[in-house]
């Protein structure tokens, strides 16, 4: 789901958290002074780290699978193939984020994902995510277990 791009210019536009499904689930974060620079803005890859404790805690927390089952006893991985995002306001030190994550596509072995960070309702910076499942001991791509899947499409159809 690609929401809100300006049609002038193709660029995104940030959006509301009323504009989301209210089942949605959300991760509550503070930015803290370690993640910001001398100035007190977040500092970038502190906030790719964000994403991916999200992404972690979404997992075990409403997905009810538990991450790190799936990496360690399962031995499946989750590995990331594409990470980028887009930043419509700086986070600031002690600002407090709603990482709110939403499908845009499940394939065979892979996830697409977008992370709206909202501050006071308001996006922030939009994270991209795809991810790969993978065979820990090969390395190479398998098809989404089974009972991710389930979860994943149960999850995409009440946030759609």
């Known amino acids: 789901m690609d929401h ?10 940030p959006i509301s958290k009323k504009d989301l499904s209210k089942k ?7 930015i803290r002074h370690g993640q910001c620079d001398p100035a007190g803005i977040a500092y970038t890859p ?6 991916n404790v999200t992404v972690e805690e979404w997992y075990s927390s409403c997905l009810g699978i538990n991450y790190y089952e799936i990496i360690g ?3 499946t991985g989750l590995g990331y193939v594409k990470a980028s995002a887009d930043f419509f ?5 002690g600002d407090e984020l709603e990482i709110c994550p ?13 992370l709206h960070a909202f501050n006071n309702d308001v996006e922030r910076f939009r994270g991209h995510l795809i991810t790969v499942a993978t065979d820990l001991e090969s390395h190479k ?4 277990p089974h009972d991710i899947l389930e979860a994943l499409n149960a999850y995409k159809s009440n946030c759609d």
């Open 24 to 30: 949605c689930w959300g991760f509550k974060a503070t």
């Open 102 to 114: 939403m499908i845009n596509r499940i394939g065979t072995s892979s996830l697409s994902l977008n």
């Open 46 to 51: 502190k906030l790719f780290d964000l994403l």
């Open 73 to 75: 006893d399962r031995r």
């Open 89 to 93: 306001q700086p986070c600031f030190l």
């Open 141 to 144: 791509s398998i098809k989404l």
């Open 4 to 13: 809100n791009k300006n049609k002038s210019s193709d660029r995104l536009v």
